[in-house]
T-cell receptor, first 114, second 113 residues
């Protein structure tokens, strides 16, 4: 069975500082990894994905994520946080070889402090 | 471009009443469709998925059912709502290319009183 862990319920960061939201995963085959963002009372928006290739992937709104196979991690990063980045962030995984069932983490609330 | 619509956006229903939430996708054909529930603004639980008309798979036993009467229509239903059915219901479809990233509707918030 595949699973995703987001160890932090909430991350606080000052505006302008770099941010990291952590994610680790477990999957039997090669992973497809995703990050989504959710604003209050809205649906989830796709940010970025890792399929294969370069371990650093870039996505929307200046976000990037680093894939680390040995640590089974896929942390979300941004060099300089904005107040408007405050939202709920979800990491997700699916097995590259399996049916397109995506498993989500429990979410991390990012609070950017002005 | 592809779009996904959900309605109603908000619903308040008494315990024991029926439910129907609708989701439609535009701009694509034969999409894989999903219903998720998000409780207490946090984790997402996959309820149902569908790979085609009339094909429904249930992930967890529950008081809900799903149907796909048309290629781009996905309906979530209940005959008798429970208090525990309250939550934020999200419909999603899989992108046509790439790794299968999901694209979500804006959600339907259900409150059962």
């Amino acid at each position: 069975a595949q699973s995703v862990a987001q160890p932090e319920d909430q991350v606080n960061v000052a505006e302008g500082n770099p941010l990291t939201v952590k994610c680790t995963y477990s999957v039997s085959g090669n992973p497809y990894l995703f990050w989504y963002v959710q604003y209050p009372n809205r649906g989830l928006q796709f940010l970025l994905k890792y399929i294969t290739g370069d371990n650093l992937v870039k996505g929307s709104y200046g976000f990037e994520a680093e894939f680390n196979k040995s640590q089974t991690s896929f942390h979300l990063k941004k060099p300089s946080a904005l107040v408007s980045d405050s939202a709920l962030y979800f990491c997700a995984v699916r097995d590259a070889g399996g049916y397109q069932k995506v498993t989500f983490g429990t979410g991390t609330k990012l609070q950017v402090i002005p | 471009s592809q779009t996904i619509h959900q309605w109603p956006a908000t619903l308040v229903q008494p315990v024991g009443s029926p439910l129907s939430l609708e989701c439609t996708v535009e701009g694509t054909s034969n999409p894989n469709l999903y219903w998720y529930r998000q409780a207490a603004g946090r984790g997402l639980q996959l309820l149902f998925y569908s790979v085609g008309i009339g094909q429904i798979s249930s992930e967890v036993p529950q008081n809900l059912s799903a149907s796909r009467p048309q290629d781009r229509q996905f309906i979530l239903s209940s005959k008798k709502l429970l208090l525990s059915d309250s939550g934020f219901y999200l419909c999603a479809w899989v992108g046509l290319a790439g790794a299968g990233e999901l694209f979500f509707g804006e959600g339907s918030r259900l409150t059962v009183l």
